[in-house]
């Protein structure tokens, strides 16, 4: 499974982006996709976890103003980013827990995208 990443970019504080993520392969089926966000000299923490039913997960500094969504049939999972501050920037990776595999059964997996630049600034 290959997850594709994009939608990064600067963007000045109070303004809206929007982070897609295709997930592509043979044979597999996602449970759980989202995002997690690294800082510079930080480690990688929660942003947004949605489910194949559609719950979601929010980090708690972003739960008022990010938003999940997901297309299980497209199998993506965007991410939409208002009101950005600049304690939001960060390294965005997509993330995906899938069941892979036909036979003897599938395997569970994890999988990350490459990540892409949020920068927040005026």
């Known amino acids: 499974v290959q997850l594709q990443a994009s939608g990064g970019g600067l963007v000045q504080p109070g303004g809206s982006l929007r982070l897609s993520c295709a997930a592509s392969?043979?044979?597999?089926?996602?449970?759980?996709m989202g995002w997690y966000r690294q800082v510079l000299g930080g480690q990688r923490g929660l942003v947004a976890m949605?489910?194949?039913?559609?719950?979601?997960n929010y980090g708690e500094s972003v739960k008022d103003h990010f938003t999940i969504s997901r297309d299980n049939a497209r199998n993506t999972v965007d991410l939409q980013m208002n009101s950005l501050k600049a304690e939001d920037m960060g390294v965005y990776s997509c993330y995906a827990d899938a069941n892979v595999g036909t036979w003897p059964g599938p395997i569970r997996m994890e999988y990350w995208g490459k990540g892409t630049q949020v920068t927040v600034s005026s």
């Open positions: 392969g043979r044979d597999f089926s996602i449970n759980r």
């Open positions: 949605i489910t194949s039913s559609g719950d979601t």
